[in-house]
């Protein structure tokens, strides 16, 4: 999960606007200090939480609202979706939601075009969020960012928010074929088994005590419910893991054929030994 960074002074190039709202802070950060001609380049939403409030991941759980990004871009320049890290799993008065305490950056990956004649450009981003606490609150703000343009052949310095940028990378989730999962329907239930692909590098480790390795499926389209406890059983001679996981009575009725399993498989360890994978996504077929 997201570790907190500690804040180094001000991290935005000049032009940007930091917001402190009710329980957080906001600002839009970027990578690079310019951007190039038709080169990708990332920014991203920081949030820094006061103790004791969270905000939401793309699939909140029970309650709240996903944090959202709507970009007012020069021509020519288009964002990408929100890049998100690991959720972690939190409380709403007595519910288990899944968002993000401390620091969190949600990056987002803009490409420019190919040719740009002006000496700088003003990205504009409407943010909306839910911050949550004792209480909840909603939250609005138009935050902006202006970066110089550098020449195609030059190459721009990184901004003191890099580190951000690099704890989340390492925080998102991975695709891995180290792990054979499979979904089976039940009544009311999706039971989902993980086990270590023939040959593959898996962490056996999380096999022999799941529940100190803190295995937890996060659902990334509501389809599992967050309040019930996700109930591990660990298959004979650490051979794997079995999941039973609780379908939401707020989810859509499962079609007959193409229901998926979608999300993101957590843990305190890394998955794959030597890296820092905590979390891998899921998505499978459910089997009738």
């Known amino acids: 999960m997201m570790g907190a960074i500690a804040w180094m002074g001000p991290i935005q190039p000049a032009g940007a606007t930091p917001q402190t709202l009710d329980g957080l802070k906001l600002e839009l950060v970027s990578e690079t200090s310019a951007i190039q001609p038709g080169v990708p380049f990332t920014v991203g939403l920081r949030i820094d939480h006061a103790p004791g409030r969270h905000t939401y991941w ?68 409407a943010a909306s969020w839910m911050c949550c606490g004792k209480t909840c609150h909603p939250g609005f703000a138009t935050l902006s960012l202006t970066l110089p343009i550098a020449g195609k052949d030059e190459s721009p310095e990184p901004t003191a928010a890099q580190p951000l940028f690099i704890q989340a990378r390492k925080n998102r989730p991975e695709r891995s074929d180290a792990w054979k999962i499979t979904a089976t329907l039940g009544e009311g239930t999706i039971t989902a088994e993980i086990v270590p692909a023939t ?90």
């Open 58 to 125: 793309k699939n909140p759980g029970i309650v709240g609202v996903p944090t959202k990004l709507e970009w007012t871009l020069p021509a020519g320049f288009v964002a990408g979706e929100i890049e998100w890290p690991q959720p972690q799993l939190t409380t709403m008065a007595i519910y288990p939601v899944y968002g993000y305490k401390g620091e969190t950056l949600l990056p987002v990956t803009i490409t420019p075009p190919a040719s740009l004649d002006q000496a700088e450009v003003t990205l504009q981003a």
């Open 199 to 288: 040959g593959s590098s898996a962490n056996l480790a999380l096999l022999k005590d799941s529940a100190a390795a803190g295995v937890y499926f996060f659902s990334s389209d509501g389809l599992i419910d967050s309040r019930p406890e996700q109930q591990i059983v660990e298959l004979p001679g650490s051979s794997g893991l079995r999941l039973k996981l609780t379908i939401s009575e707020h989810a859509p009725a499962l079609p007959t054929e193409g229901a998926r399993l979608s999300g993101v498989l957590a843990a305190k360890i890394p998955w794959i030994p030597g890296t820092s994978a905590t979390a891998i996504e899921i998505d499978v077929p459910i089997q009738r």
